[in-house]
């Protein structure tokens, strides 16, 4: 028997096609509850403030980039959802005057460009690559600087972002958010058709993606009209390139930041739950993380908000 329709879109997958008591389990963990769902492979950290929680998350890129040496180079994989942390990177590496000659940096994801075939330019007001140079990169005094050819960011070519996760450089964490969709980077569900009409992917299928050109689900193009577009869906680019689950298995461990304004208080508490219970669905992209050895959510307490019922 075929699962029921997505709730949102119905041509596609998503979290609204997972049964019901699984939903309503999620519905109803308390902050107490989320934190009790760490387990080996599986942490949970909750944070009071934003302050500490923005500064914890710049933290990873110090020490991540701190490990790396010449003959040992190290990066991080990075997000643009959050972006508080970027700057805040970028003072600590010059407060503690840490040489980024060896280190390395790969953007998760960008927008693509269907007309022209390629990733967009750099002077796109929603351009990924654009944000991480004028947030935190720019921002780096230049004698410190991660040298250009060692920032690797996606493009609609993908084969030399991917030749660089196996050129010898170990990523020692991949950082995220997580969309209202449930992904991490653009990690999208599919769309149901062709095979996939009446079940999703198989975990093991999913993870086997690379990093590749991905249609958008369409809470996510809502999503980043609200966050990053004053709501205008039309500046949007339906398509994107995103690092992929193959990818995603080669970082030592993959640390995701939950501030409460990319999620709701729904989406914060199922993949916690998913992947503490080792429930995969690849529905809920990010649940597959569920087969990681070595994940983090980290919480702003003031942002799991609840999901008791409220007229507004």
């Known amino acids: ?144 600087r991660i040298p250009d050819s060692q920032l690797h960011f996606p493009r609609g070519d993908v084969k030399p972002y991917v030749q660089s996760w196996n050129a010898g450089v170990r990523c020692a964490v991949m950082q995220g958010g997580q969309g209202d969709i449930k992904h991490w980077a653009f990690n999208d569900p599919l769309r149901r058709s062709g095979k996939y009409k009446n079940e999703p992917p198989s975990p093991a299928e999913y993870r086997k993606l690379g990093t590749r050109i991905v249609d958008l689900h369409p809470i996510t193009l809502a999503q980043n009209a609200r966050t990053s577009g004053g709501g205008n869906v039309t500046m949007v680019p339906k398509k994107a390139i995103t690092v992929g689950p193959k990818e995603t298995w080669l970082a030592e461990k993959v640390s995701i930041w939950q501030a409460g304004t990319h999620d709701n208080p729904l989406g914060q508490r199922l993949t916690a739950l998913m992947i503490s219970k080792g429930i995969a669905d690849s529905a809920v992209p990010m649940s597959l993380l569920a087969d990681h050895p070595n994940v983090q959510f980290n919480y702003f307490r003031g942002g799991l908000g609840s999901c008791a019922v409220e007229m507004h």
Not at 1 to 7: D, G, I, W
Not at 74 to 82: A, E, L, N, Q, R
Not at 116 to 130: A, D, I, Q
């Open 1 to 144: 028997m075929p699962r029921k329709l997505s709730h949102i879109a119905p041509d596609w997958w998503d979290y609204t096609t997972l049964d019901n008591d699984l939903i309503n389990d999620a519905a109803r963990l308390t902050e107490r509850d989320i934190f009790k769902l760490s387990r080996p492979g599986f942490r949970v950290v909750m944070y009071d403030t934003l302050e500490d929680f923005y500064l914890a998350e710049a933290l990873e890129y110090i020490h991540a980039w701190k490990q790396s040496t010449a003959d040992n180079p190290v990066g991080i994989c990075g997000p643009i959802g959050p972006t508080e942390q970027l700057p805040l990177v970028a003072r600590l590496v010059n407060e503690l005057g840490l040489s980024l000659k060896s280190a390395h940096f790969w953007g998760m994801d960008e927008w693509y460009d269907e007309a022209s075939g390629k990733e967009v330019p750099v002077t796109h007001p929603l351009s990924f690559e654009k944000a991480d140079h004028e947030l935190c990169f720019n921002r780096i005094d230049k004698k410190l």
